[in-house]
């Protein structure tokens, strides 16, 4: 039973364009959603989180939005970068923020073209 | 900055054997966490401590255990080892800031690939 999904499991974008990452879950006690970037043979890379009482988390060229609604939080990358090519993992803590166990997406691989 | 060390990094055993996988936490952490990542998924939750005591427990097999040690090191300890053990080992760790607040995030380390033959 997968509680987080990354319907896309790849996604091709220009250097210079936007990346759009999207993540859906299905269990609406999630109050805590992070981001993290993986290259091979490395571990993953905290990148943004957002909090359920807020639906918008801005960090240089990253920003989450949240739908709760919709139960739905996308990854905006603007502008790409060759070297934000990596896996993008979406991750939801049931409770407690980061301080407990993390629920992970199964993954988008994301090419930025030069 | 130091990170999360783990070792060793690769790692290959055959059917049946034991393995165990160490944890080296960012200085001042005091929360570990295991997960498990098999080919072409996503990392599973195994099991968490915080001040050496387990914290949370997920998908762990019984065959799996582990410990935090006093200098919150962890150690997953895996016996009679399967096939369908063979995949990346991650651990992460947490704490609090100088400012008493917890960090907004895990710190991962590099993972150790386990290969059962």
């Known amino acids: 039973d997968q509680q987080v999904k990354q319907n896309s499991p790849s996604l091709s974008v220009q250097e210079g364009r936007i990346s759009i990452l999207n993540c859906d879950y299905t269990?609406?006690?999630?109050?805590?959603f992070l981001w993290y970037k993986k290259y091979p043979a490395e571990g993953p890379t905290f990148l943004i989180s957002i909090s359920s009482i807020k639906d918008k988390n801005e960090d240089g060229r990253f920003t989450v939005f949240l739908n709760k609604s919709a139960k739905h939080l996308s990854l905006h990358i603007v502008p790409s970068q060759p070297g934000d090519s990596a896996v993008y993992f979406c991750a939801a803590s049931p409770y407690g923020g980061a301080t407990n166990k993390l629920i992970f997406g199964t993954g988008t691989l994301l090419a930025v073209q030069p | 900055a130091a990170g999360v060390i783990q070792s060793p990094r690769h790692l290959i055993k055959e059917k049946r054997e034991t393995a165990t996988l160490k944890c080296y936490p960012i200085p001042r952490h005091d929360t570990v966490y295991w997960y498990q990542q098999g080919p072409g998924q996503d990392p599973q939750f195994l099991i968490s401590?915080?001040?050496?005591?387990?914290?949370d427990k997920g998908s762990i097999p019984d065959r799996f255990s582990a410990q935090q040690f006093s200098d919150y090191h962890s150690e997953l300890n895996m016996s009679s080892l399967e096939l369908g053990d063979s995949a990346l080992y991650f651990c992460?760790?947490?704490?609090?800031?100088?400012?008493?607040?917890?960090?907004?995030?895990?710190?991962f380390g590099p993972g150790t690939r386990l290969t059962v033959l």
């Open positions: 269990n609406s006690m999630f109050d805590y």
């Open positions: 401590f915080y001040e050496k005591m387990q914290s």
């Open positions: 992460a760790s947490s704490g609090w800031t100088s400012g008493g607040a917890p960090y907004n995030e895990q710190f």
